[in-house]
């Protein structure tokens, strides 16, 4: 059972232009989401984060708006970069402890320039 | 800041082997995790260690042993490469408690290929 999906499983924009990723979860207990960001070779990075009491976290280019009603949310990144070329996953927990993180199967974006 | 180490970077076994993967890390950090990564799949949760004298299984600890020999340092080992198998295994660690312990801090991972 699959409870945090993501799309689209890859994703290509210009440079400049804004990159949508998507993400969606089955259980309404989850008030937690980090988006991670891996580039190739290296580990996952915590990039932003957003808790359910909120609609939307920004952090320079990249936007968290965030849906309760609908179990949607979405990563935003502005003008997009060549250097955002990088794999995106979701992940959402119900509780504190990193052991709970469910990670959605990931995005990856490319940034042509 | 801080750094974690995992070794090897590539690890080519055969078939049945018992295989060990070792993750190093000096954030003084009181939990730490491995977690596997395939193509397509995310990252999933195998063993975590919540403070140096516990072990916890995740949700695919199956076909794994993990030791946590002290608090800097956690071992998984394959016990038996499945055929054909390929994967990185991803090590982490946090903080105990308050916020700070929701941010995972990884590793650059251990590529395994299994002939």
């Known amino acids: 059972q699959q409870q945090v999906r993501q799309s689209p499983q890859s994703l290509t924009v210009w440079e400049g232009e804004t990159a949508i990723l998507n993400c969606s979860y089955e259980?309404?207990?989850?008030?937690?989401f980090p988006w991670y960001q891996q580039f190739p070779g290296e580990g996952p990075a915590l990039l932003i984060s957003i808790r359910s009491v909120s609609d939307k976290k920004e952090d320079g280019r990249f936007t968290i708006f965030f849906n309760k009603r609908e179990k949607k949310l979405s990563l935003h990144i502005t003008d997009s970069q060549p250097g955002d070329s990088a794999t995106y996953f979701c992940?959402?927990?119900?509780?504190?402890?990193?052991?709970?993180?469910?990670f959605g199967s990931g995005t990856q974006l490319t940034v042509m320039p | 800041g801080g750094i974690i180490t995992q070794t090897p970077k590539f690890l080519i076994g055969q078939e049945g082997q018992k295989l060990t993967l070792k993750c190093q890390q000096n954030f003084n950090h009181d939990t730490m995790y491995w977690y596997r990564q395939d193509s397509g799949k995310g990252l999933r949760l195998i063993y975590y260690s919540i403070t140096e004298n516990d072990l916890q299984k995740g949700d695919l600890s199956e076909g794994y042993d993990a030791s946590r020999e002290k608090k800097s340092s956690f071992s998984l080992t394959v016990t038996s490469a499945q055929k054909n198998e390929m994967a990185v295994f991803l090590c982490?660690?946090?903080?105990?408690?308050?916020?700070?312990?929701?941010?995972?801090?990884f590793g650059s991972g251990t590529r395994l290929t299994v002939l």
């Open positions: 992940a959402a927990s119900a509780s504190s402890g990193s052991w709970q993180l469910i």
């Open positions: 982490a660690s946090t903080p105990l408690g308050g916020t700070s312990a929701e941010t995972l801090y």
């Open positions: 259980d309404s207990t989850f008030n937690y």
